[in-house]
């Protein structure tokens, strides 16, 4: 027997942004494979164990992983050690990420300054320019450090990771 239930709008566009194109035709088959990723069915009418609750963690976390987003998805969110960051835009994600960054961590950041992405930019800088003498496309600046802004979002957070990496603070991924 089929059942209805009413879900606000925000829930509403929350479930939208989980759907997959050409796969999920109804909410209710975004529900299904979201419960399927986070809620092992019950085995021999017993709860799932903890290993198969990690698990179900770890496949939700595959899911959201930015190599699987749409190139123009708008939005990401992360979390920076304690701190979480919503960001509408890569450009977002680079300002908030570094006033976190340059307030926390300033001593730790100007001993990795320049990092390089590539042999021809430069992820963060003490001024906007590339090695290759270009300037910062997108520049976002706080305090004296500047951060390119113009990537995708798989390549912004990967690049994020590694800066974090660098300065012994850990970048988890939320969506």
């Known amino acids: 027997m089929a059942r209805r239930i009413t879900i606000?709008?925000?829930?509403?566009?929350?479930?939208?942004?989980?759907?997959?194109?050409f796969v999920d035709r109804e909410p209710e088959d975004v529900i299904r494979r979201l419960l399927d990723q986070t809620t092992p069915?019950?085995?021999?009418?017993?709860?799932?164990?903890e290993t198969d609750k990690v698990a179900a963690v770890a496949s939700l976390e595959l899911s959201r992983s930015p190599l699987s987003r749409v190139p123009r998805e708008r939005g990401a969110t992360v979390r920076i050690g304690e701190r979480r960051i919503n960001a509408v835009s890569v450009r977002a994600l680079y300002e908030e990420a570094l006033r976190l960054l340059v307030?926390?961590?300033?001593?730790?950041l100007k001993s990795v300054v320049p990092l390089r992405t590539s042999k021809e930019r430069f992820l963060i800088a003490l001024e906007p320019?590339?090695?290759?003498?270009n300037p910062f496309v997108v520049p976002v600046e706080y305090r004296g450090f500047y951060m390119e802004g113009h990537?995708?979002?798989?390549?912004?957070?990967?690049?994020?990771?590694i800066l974090c990496g660098r300065l012994g603070l850990q970048l988890q991924y939320l969506g």
């Open 8 to 21: 606000s709008d925000e829930i509403f566009l929350r479930l939208r942004s989980r759907a997959e194109p």
């Open 41 to 49: 069915d019950l085995k021999d009418g017993r709860l799932p164990s």
């Open 103 to 108: 307030e926390n961590n300033a001593s730790e």
């Open 129 to 133: 320019i590339h090695p290759t003498g």
């Open 151 to 161: 990537k995708d979002y798989k390549n912004a957070i990967a690049h994020l990771r």
